[in-house]
């Protein structure tokens, strides 16, 4: 089993910062695709930004330019740093993680961009 880890959500006005991480434990041998998907109000969730393995990335084109995603594998972490912020990033943001053929998914972190 994998447990999936966020923090570091919360309220921001516009225009701010807030960087997000998400430590993965449990039964890990490898991690491949790690990435965080966000849920808005009455939206279905969408991709933000995923990281392979080996460095290889992708972004929704809502966020290129604002939000950057790393990830650490010795530690089994990811992180998403997210500037300029808009009052429609607003949305649980999941992180998730690839093992095997599976996808694991943590709690979510609330993310609210409001003045």
């Known amino acids: 089993q994998v447990q999936l880890v966020e923090s570091g959500g919360g309220l921001v006005q516009p225009g701010g910062s807030l960087r997000l991480s998400c430590a993965a434990s449990g039964s890990i041998f490898r991690i491949n695709d790690m990435g965080w998907y966000r849920r808005a109000p009455g939206k279905e969730r969408e991709l933000v930004a995923r990281?392979?393995?080996?460095?290889?990335?992708n972004y929704s084109d809502s966020v290129k330019g604002r939000f950057t995603i790393s990830r650490d594998n010795a530690k089994n972490t990811v992180f998403l740093q997210m500037n300029s912020l808009k009052p429609e990033d607003t949305a649980v943001y999941y992180c998730s993680g690839v093992v095997g053929f599976n996808i694991y998914w943590g709690q979510g972190t609330q993310v609210t961009v409001s003045s």
């Open positions: 990281v392979s393995s080996v460095g290889t990335i």
